[in-house]
Nanobody
Framework: EVHIVESGGGLVQAGGSLRLSCAAS????????IAWFRQAPGKEREGVSR????????YYADSVKGRFTMSSDNANNTVYLQMNNLKPEDTAVYYC????????????????WGQGTQVTVSS
């Protein structure tokens, strides 16, 4: 059973930085992807970034390119989302999710989700 736990959210001023962590384990399949999503109040869920296990390729949404960096620590089954130059519009609950890489590549909703962590950026 896949188990996902996020941490690292909090309150930060605009222009500041936060790093989110996602500990993901229990994959019974080899070609998986881990992704970060976010959902702000009254808005649809948005895919932020994802990393594919087989080749390490990383995708970023246009809204975060150049500001957010996703990285992996395979030894500890953890992925990170370093968020720099945060803006008030980045305020949301951030979720880590995982599934077969193909499903995430085609935009399917991931099957496995963490509990979410709140990120609040004040202006």
């Amino acid at each position: 059973e896949v188990h996902i736990v996020e941490s690292g959210g909090g309150l930060v001023q605009a222009g500041g930085s936060l790093r989110l962590s996602c500990a993901a384990s229990g994959f019974g399949f080899s070609d998986y992807a881990i992704a970060w999503f976010r959902q702000a109040p009254g808005k649809e869920r948005e895919g932020v970034s994802r990393v594919v296990s087989s080749d390490g390729s990383i995708y970023y949404a246009d809204s975060v390119k150049g500001r957010f960096t996703m990285s992996s620590d395979n030894a500890n089954n953890t992925v990170y989302l370093q968020m720099n130059n945060l803006k008030p519009e980045d305020t949301a609950v951030y979720y880590c999710a995982a599934d077969h890489a193909l499903r995430l590549r085609v935009g399917a909703t991931p099957y496995y989700w963490g509990q979410g962590t709140q990120v609040t950026v004040s202006s």
